[in-house]
C-alpha cells in the first residue's frame, strides 16, 4: 500500500505545468515502466530559480518531482549537479540512511520502495540531463 506522506507531496502541483519560459528542457522516458517527465529549469545568475514539470508516471515519480522541484530552487547549478549525483549514488546503491540536506527524500527512499528506484530517479535523471 501506498504511504499518505507520498501521496500528499505527489500531490502537490506548484511546480506542475510547463510554461514555454525556461533556460533549459528536456524530457526523458523510463524503459522499464514507462513513465515520462518534461521539466524546464528557469536559471538566473547560475541559480535555479525554477523547476516546472510534467509527467505520465507513478505516484513515486510524480512525488520524487515534486520534491526535486522544492529542494533545488535557488541552489547554484554545481551544487544540485553534485547534489543529484550523490542522491542518484544513495538510492541505487540502496542505502537507507541518508545525509540531512536529502532528508526530504526519506519518505521514498526505503526499503519497501527499492522496487521503484528508477521510478524516483527518473527526475534526477531528468535535471541531469537537462543541465549537460
Not at 513513465?35 to 530559480?49: F, H, Q, R, T, Y
Not at 547549478?77 to 545525509?99: A, E, F, Q, Y
Amino acid at each position: 500500500m501506498i504511504n499518505n506522506e507520498i501521496i500528499k507531496i505527489a500531490s502537490n502541483t506548484q511546480n506542475v505545468g510547463l510554461t514555454n519560459k525556461y533556460s533549459f528542457k528536456t524530457s526523458l522516458k523510463n524503459s522499464i515502466c514507462g513513465d515520462k517527465i518534461k521539466l524546464e529549469l528557469s536559471v538566473k545568475d547560475l541559480k535555479i530559480v525554477l523547476m516546472k514539470y510534467e509527467t505520465e508516471s507513478c505516484i513515486y515519480c510524480e512525488a520524487s518531482a515534486s520534491l526535486l522541484a522544492q529542494n533545488i530552487k535557488n541552489l547554484n547549478i554545481d551544487t544540485v549537479i553534485k547534489n543529484l549525483n550523490l542522491l542518484k549514488s544513495i538510492i541505487k546503491n540502496k542505502r537507507t540512511t541518508i545525509p540531512a540536506k536529502f532528508k526530504d527524500f526519506g519518505i521514498l527512499i526505503q526499503k519497501k520502495n527499492f522496487n521503484r528506484t528508477n521510478c524516483i530517479i527518473l527526475p534526477l535523471d531528468a535535471v541531469l540531463k537537462a543541465l549537460k
